[in-house]
């Protein structure tokens, strides 16, 4: 049976590997399978079409009552944003103490959580549970929550139930999370046609009409903004759904005449915003904008808003054991996670992960020394009194 390591020195494992969004998890997820690899631990890996990386679920205690849904799932994702930066101090993918401070790329966001589920569930694997702790660990959600779209779409959940409370350790700076936008990400495609510059009536400028679509997405953008739900009130710094003009491309040379231009914006969801309404309303603004204008629309990916009712035993449970009590702050961030795939398996779900989103996805990253210690004991006290560990018979 593999020796169990430290937290920290699990998260240094961790951390060396490179699972940029770009590249397969399938080393990461080797490793954990080999290191949860104890009796009474059942593990399934679930590929993705390609073959080239996995969503990672493991099991302990009983099976799950298919009734009561009894147990609790913990869960993050295994990919990281690239670390191309020059400013980074240190090796992004080895793991440095500073200050008591813990530098790695996704050593916040999330790997220092999925160090602290992983050896829970370790520690656990052997005790007699009452009800089941289960890690699902993802991938690709930095570019859309791809793998959790993946698990939603193909977990068999009449075969193989989950827990129904979840725990999705997202950087919180260890506060409890019950909201959360979403993200629509979605791009236009200009279709023109080629020519030398000198003859442009031989071709079609795609270039030039996209002003006119930068132009109707920045006048919808501003039309948004005076729009309220009943979740705004979560979101006092941006109460409206946020449209962004992000990306802008074509052309080949300036002697030609652009045959193509690719325009990418991304919507941020508001819980209870119908996002297929929405679509429908972008198709017909970027429609008529275009005139007739050949184009293409896409939806790159949809990470639905996550909002667990006022008054859950879940939130109120975490935030007892976490002591984080009562607060003027909204329960709620605006960025967008797996949780919002898992509401749509029946589950009810909140944030709670040591780190802050505000060094995530930046040079130096880092999680620090207390929370990561923290949080630990924070999952190990809230798991024991959801699992309610069994007397031994003898």
């Not at 302990?60 to 101090?89: C, F, K, N, Y």
């Not at 103490?97 to 050593?107: E, I, M, P, T």
């Not at 999925?114 to 009800?131: D, F, S």
């Amino acid at each position: 049976m593999p020796q169990l390591l430290s937290d920290e020195d699990l998260l240094a494992r961790l951390v060396a590997f490179d699972t940029t969004s770009h590249r397969s998890n399938l080393p990461l997820v080797d490793f954990l399978c080999e290191y949860l690899a104890r009796p009474g631990v059942r593990i399934s890996r679930h590929l993705d079409p390609t073959g080239d990386k996995a969503n990672l679920v493991v099991e302990a205690g009983p099976p799950v009552d298919p009734v009561t849904r009894s147990g609790l799932v913990l869960s993050g994702h295994t990919d990281v944003v690239p670390a191309e930066e020059p400013e980074w101090t240190t090796d992004p993918f080895s793991l440095a103490v500073r200050d008591d401070n813990l530098y790695a790329r996704g050593s916040a966001d999330m790997k220092g959580f999925l160090a602290l589920a992983t050896n829970l569930l370790a520690r656990l694997a052997n005790e007699r549970l009452a009800a089941p702790l289960v890690l699902l660990f993802t991938y690709d959600e930095e570019v859309g929550t791809l793998g959790a779209r993946h698990f939603r779409q193909t977990w068999p959940l009449d075969q193989r139930p989950l827990p129904r409370r979840a725990l999705i350790g997202e950087p919180t700076e260890c506060r409890v999370i019950r909201v959360h936008k979403g993200h629509l990400k979605m791009k236009v495609t200009l279709l023109g046609e080629s020519a030398h510059s000198a003859y442009p009536h031989l071709g079609s400028n795609a270039i030039e009409p996209a002003a006119r679509l930068i132009a109707s997405l920045r006048n919808f953008r501003v039309e948004l903004e005076a729009r309220r739900l009943p979740s705004s009130l979560w979101f006092p710094e941006v109460p409206f759904p946020s449209l962004n003009v992000a990306t802008i491309s074509g052309g080949t040379a300036v002697n030609i005449v652009p045959d193509r231009c690719e325009l990418g914006f991304g919507v941020r969801l508001l819980p209870g915003l119908d996002a297929e309404t929405l679509q429908q309303e972008l198709a017909d603004r970027i429609a008529e904008a275009l005139d007739g204008f050949p184009h293409r629309l896409e939806t790159l990916s949809l990470s639905p808003p996550m909002e667990l009712p006022e008054g859950s035993s879940l939130f109120d449970q975490l935030q007892a054991v976490a002591g984080t009590g009562a607060s003027d702050e909204p329960p709620a961030v605006s960025f967008a996670t797996d949780a919002g795939w898992f509401q749509q398996l029946g589950m009810d779900c909140v944030l709670y992960g040591p780190g802050s989103i505000k060094v995530a996805h930046r040079p130096n990253e880092f999680i620090p020394r207390d929370e990561l210690v923290a949080a630990a004991s924070i999952l190990s006290t809230f798991a024991s009194q959801e699992l309610a560990l069994e007397p031994d018979p003898g």
